[in-house]
């Protein structure tokens, strides 16, 4: 009788090849699609796939000082990364559409509840502020409490520090 041949093992099983190639993939998605350098950092994105809005640093830097302390020296690139979240719901730049939350550009100083073509809330529609800095900076806080009725899923941001990074943020590039 003739011993049987020895079965091959294969060397990856269906779960490490599946895994393999995930992680493949994932690893792939940390370059710059337009870039020919692996591992590129992405350059950031909007909701919509549109470039983000970036004003220059010499823009971003006059408004900036025109806003005073702590917006002054608030740290864009935080404020930027926190704006990931509102971006879900809200879009920045000049004639952007709204999505589940109004367009944010023109902001400061335009009265709450107002924004051409935006359904609001009835507590938005009836409230009786502008917004400024430090009505932001309540809001941001934590909206339900600061205007009970309002829509905004958002439960806000509790760090002092992170709210005037978004507000600077936002000061930069809904105003250009």
């Not at 950092?41 to 010499?58: F, I, K, V, W, Y």
């Not at 900076?137 to 005037?164: H, K, V």
């Amino acid at each position: 009788m003739e011993p049987e041949p020895a079965q091959e093992t294969p060397i990856m099983t269906r779960p490490i090849a599946l895994t393999s190639l995930a992680m493949a993939v994932m690893l792939a998605a940390c370059g710059d699609p337009g870039s020919d350098t692996p591992g590129a950092a992405p350059q950031p994105q909007t909701h919509g796939g549109t470039p983000e809005l970036t004003a220059s640093a010499q823009e971003s830097q006059a408004i900036l000082a025109g806003l005073g302390e702590p917006y002054a020296s608030a740290n864009l690139d935080n404020g930027r990364r926190l704006f990931r979240r509102c971006a879900s719901c809200h879009t920045l730049g000049s004639g952007e559409r709204h999505l589940v939350g109004p367009n944010l550009h023109g902001m400061f100083g335009r009265q709450a509840g107002e924004a051409e073509g935006f359904r609001f809330s009835r507590a938005l529609e009836q409230a009786d502020f502008v917004w400024t800095k430090a009505e932001l900076d309540q809001w941001l806080a934590n909206p339900r409490t600061y205007l009970p009725g309002n829509r905004m899923s958002f439960a806000g941001l509790r760090d002092e520090a992170d709210r005037n990074d978004l507000i600077a943020f936002l000061a930069v590039e809904t105003s250009r």
